[in-house]
């Protein structure tokens, strides 16, 4: 049976069995209950009074949008809906924390669930649903985008619970008020709802920065004293490998994006014919959100200010939920060295980082062992029966390397944990700092810690817009576990012959192995930035100048990895730039733009350094950053 034949099989089997069937055709409870419902009947008057025109024109409008936006739970078609998603899941088992799961049942019994999910691939809205309705919640309406409202598709899922809203609303106040009404009425009505916090899928393996739209609405609905409450659950979703990584990957090298369509869903639908391992949903640290805007209310924070906290609340937990996957360990090991390692290689680097996994207790996926040297093995063959790796054996003993054009692949995997390293890798750039300082160099007060700190939080503001650090207190709280981990308990003062000597012996090493893709990537982007003088930016052409420079230095390793090489990291370096007012051009915007990209030649000159303390012959050519003089006096 072809792709497409089943498909379309597996959504019939939930449609009508015959001409006079159909399916509910009453508008959902919630519909009915707003267009009765006084407070929106007042809101749908003010808004026709804002923007000047007819009520009944408004009203129209809005009916519209809220037929167009409605979902309902059908149980035959959730149950066709639900063999269908098993179908698009046959590349993985999908490993779930029974007690965490337990756990949440008992929440879901008394409270209506936000459930705010990392999103990582189109099978998210598969694997929530199934793992929720097969183990008896509560019906989940879950928030999808209007492109995936395809023919026939579209129609099973919209009674399966799918809640499919558009992504552009800016200019449709209409929209938003149905929208924001329809959340608060599923809220009043205790409903379930699970929402991507990230808003789209990630390019890199790492966690988006959160769209606040649905989260929004959601906290507009528990204001006031009668409100119904909502828990706030983080749920993550990680896998072994992913067959869309690939696509989303030619994105990040300037490719276009395949739209979503019936041709697009039945090649995403072959791809999973091939098995991937495992998927992992793992359930975070559940929150009040009545009682989180309240506490924020005391502190006077309020308004947009609230949601924002929220919301990096929100992925914060999501990042303490997500696990440590094999193929995550083997791809940071494999990209840090990128050349070909055999099986002991891998497990030397892949060893001390373990004991620091364990020593931090991060969770583990499917509590496999990190130092299990069959387990890495296996890991090692599955990424290179995908591609990812290439393999070599007729030697004395197997060897393995990133596959030529696989290192995002790679790098994708490897992000996926990447966020409970980087920390340990600002630590270590603290710590290199400090053992760099002159004799007589001049000491701000608390001496050469407190220069260890400033060099922390330099690095923290440097890459702010690409990791999700905690606030400044709770920063320096992780900060200091870090270093506690590097360099023992009770340390008030050290001098740089110290502080060399512990980061010569501490392991792991990390922060060429974290920190030096992002950083090349900054560097790209700042030297090309550098390259305009004091002229103004078009962004679009920076970011096409960057990408055909940045390839340029990848083949003659002026960057450490072609990893570095892409278009997600670079609108990131230029979000930062955009930030320090770096785009607009003007007097003296030249100097700033060369002091820019001097700071990241530095930072990368540092990193390499901590590469070298590791034991990695680092052969990578820093780029000196030319005035602007010299810039146009060459062309």
């Known amino acids: 049976m072809t792709a497409v034949r089943r498909v379309r099989d597996v959504a019939r089997s939930a449609l009508p069995r015959s001409v006079g069937e159909r399916l509910p055709a009453a508008p959902p409870r919630e519909v009915t209950e707003l267009l009765h419902d006084k407070r929106f009947q007042r809101a749908v008057a003010e808004a026709a009074e804002e923007q000047g025109r007819p009520e009944e024109e408004v ?32 590349a993985y088992d999908v490993l779930v924390d029974e007690d965490d799961m337990q756990e949440l049942k008992r929440l879901d019994r008394s409270h209506s ?79 379930n709802m699970a929402w991507s916090i990230e808003g789209g899928r990630t390019r890199t393996g790492k ?23 909502v828990q706030v659950v983080p749920m993550a979703v990680v896998y072994d490998q992913l067959h869309e990584v690939s696509l989303m990957t030619e994105e990040a090298r300037g490719g276009s994006k395949t739209p979503e369509d019936w041709r697009w869903l039945v090649r995403f639908a072959r791809l999973q014919r091939n098995r991937l391992g495992r998927a992992y949903l793992t359930v975070g640290e559940p929150f009040s959100l009545r009682e989180r805007m309240q506490a924020l209310a005391d502190e006077g924070v309020t308004g947009h200010q609230a949601v924002e906290r929220i919301a990096l609340d929100i992925s914060h937990r999501l990042n303490r939920a997500t696990p440590v996957t094999v193929t995550a360990i083997v791809s940071l090991a494999l990209l840090g060295a990128d050349r070909a390692l055999t099986v002991d290689e891998v497990l030397e680097t892949v060893e001390p980082l373990a004991a620091y996994i364990d020593a931090r207790s991060w ?38 390397k990133i596959g030529d054009d696989q290192h995002l692949v790679a790098a994708f995997y490897r992000n996926t944990v990447i966020h409970i390293l980087v920390e340990r890798a600002i630590g270590e750039l603290a710590l290199l700092t400090v053992s760099e300082l002159e004799p007589d160099a001049e000491l701000p007060q608390g001496g050469t810690l407190q220069v260890g700190w400033e060099e922390a939080k330099r690095m923290r503001d440097l890459l702010k817009f690409e990791f999700f650090f905690p606030g400044r207190a709770g920063f320096e709280d992780d900060l200091r576990t870090e270093l506690q981990l590097l360099v023992g308990e009770g340390v008030t003062d050290m001098t740089p012959e110290r502080a060399r000597e512990l980061l010569v012996g501490a392991r792991p090493h990390l922060a060429h192995l974290v920190l030096r893709p992002f950083l090349d990537a900054y560097l790209v982007l700042a030297d ?27 083949l003659q390793r002026r960057v450490a990895s072609a990893e570095s090489i892409s278009l997600e990291l670079f609108r990131t370096a230029m979000a930062l730039a955009r930030h320090k007012g770096l785009l607009e051009g003007g007097a003296g915007t030249g100097s700033a733009r060369e002091a820019f ?18 034991g990695e012959p680092v052969q990578v050519v820093v780029p000196e950053v030319r005035s602007a003089t010299e810039s146009q006096d060459s062309r």
């Open 363 to 400: 969770p583990v996926a499917g509590a496999a062992d990190l130092r299990d040297r069959a387990t890495i093995r296996r890991a090692l063959a599955e990424l290179a029966r995908s591609g990812v790796l290439t393999a070599y054996d007729q030697g004395t003993e197997p060897v393995w």
């Open 597 to 614: 990209a001097a700071e990241l030649r530095e930072a990368v000159r540092r990193v390499n350094e901590i590469g070298e303390i590791a």
């Open 207 to 229: 966690l988006r920065p959160p769209v606040h739209g649905i989260l929004k609405y959601l906290t507009d609905s528990v204001d006031g004293d009668d409100a119904p409450d």
């Open 59 to 90: 009203w129209s409008e809005v009916k519209g949008y809220l037929h167009e936006m409605s979902a309902a739970h059908d149980d035959r078609t959730s149950q066709g809906w639900a063999r269908m998603g098993e179908w698009f899941l046959r």
């Open 113 to 191: 669930l936000a459930l705010a999910f990392s999103h990582r691939s189109y099978l998210d809205g598969m694997v929530i649903p199934n793992a929720l309705s097969s183990r008896r919640f509560s019906p989940t309406y879950t928030f999808g985008g209007a492109n995936l409202n395809l023919p026939i598709i579209g129609t099973v899922a919209s009674r399966t619970g799918l809640i499919f809203i558009r992504r552009s609303t800016q200019e449709i106040p209409v929209y938003r008020l149905a929208l924001r009404s329809y959340i608060r009425q599923m809220v009043t009505n205790k409903r």
């Open 528 to 554: 090309r930035l550098a390259d305009r003088g004091d002229s103004p930016v078009d962004e679009d052409d920076l970011l096409a100048d960057a990408l055909a420079v940045g390839r340029q230095w990848a």
